[in-house]
């Protein structure tokens, strides 16, 4: 059965500073997606990693996908409050017909001003 | 931008009624799911459909649950006799391949 870790779970940073999440999987895949979901909403797709070495970048977050590792990173950059929210990351098994989202935890990340 | 949308938003049910959750995917999309998130916990995955029946479901997904897409556009989630337990944040999704799924906005579903 896969399993999918983020850590840390709760991440509580200033404005300005930097740090990074961590996804650990357990079984192999090539694809990896990253959502970000605002208390009481919906999930909202920041990223999709399609393959090893992937690497996407939007505004302050950049992602990453080592499959080898089987290891996925959230990077924040000089963080803002406008970031808090829950961040998951979701391996995908593949399916013949459709696909199945394994979901970590999520990470809570709350950005002090 | 095309959207999957839910209704309701908000539904409150008294334990053992029935209640379906009604799903509209994107247009063109072939592939349809069900995922569920207690409040508090991560998203799990409770049921594909593909080709009008089921393609794969969790152990969730017990004989209390089923899905149907009763026209060309709607797709629905039926809790036969709903728990306590069943409460929670439904979101359905959809993708027109085999992956990239998009997400609804979900429906808190409340069993009291």
Avoid at chain 1, 56 to 70: F, I, N, V, Y
Avoid at chain 1, 81 to 110: P, Q, W
Avoid at chain 2, 25 to 50: A, D, M, T
Wanted: hydrophobic share 35%.
């Amino acid at each position: 059965e896969l399993k999918v870790e983020q850590n840390p779970l709760f991440l509580s940073m200033q404005e300005g500073k930097n740090y990074t999440i961590y996804c650990n999987y357990s079984t192999t895949s090539d694809r990896l997606y990253w959502y970000r979901q605002d208390p009481g909403k919906s999930l909202e797709s920041l990223f999709v990693l399609l393959s090893n070495g992937a690497v996407k970048q939007e505004g302050r977050l950049m992602a990453s996908l080592d499959t080898k590792a089987r290891l996925s990173t959230l990077h924040i950059t000089a963080a803002v409050h406008d970031l808090s929210a829950t961040y998951f990351c979701a391996v995908d098994m593949e399916r013949e017909y459709g696909n199945k989202l394994v979901f970590g935890a999520g990470t809570i990340l709350r950005v002090k001003s | 931008e095309p959207e999957v949308t839910q209704t309701p938003s908000h539904q409150v049910t008294q334990m053992g009624q029935e209640v379906i959750l009604r799903c509209v995917p994107i247009s063109n999309h072939l592939y349809f799911y069900w995922y569920r998130q207690i409040l508090g916990q991560k998203v799990e995955f409770l049921v594909s459909f593909y080709n009008n029946e089921i393609s794969e479901k969790s152990e969730i997904f017990d004989d209390q649950f089923s899905v149907e897409r009763p026209d060309g556009s709607n797709f629905t989630l039926k809790i036969r006799s709903t728990k306590l337990e069943d409460s929670a944040m439904y979101f359905c999704a959809s993708s027109e391949q085999v992956w990239v799924a998009f997400f609804g906005q979900g429906t808190r579903l409340t069993v009291v």
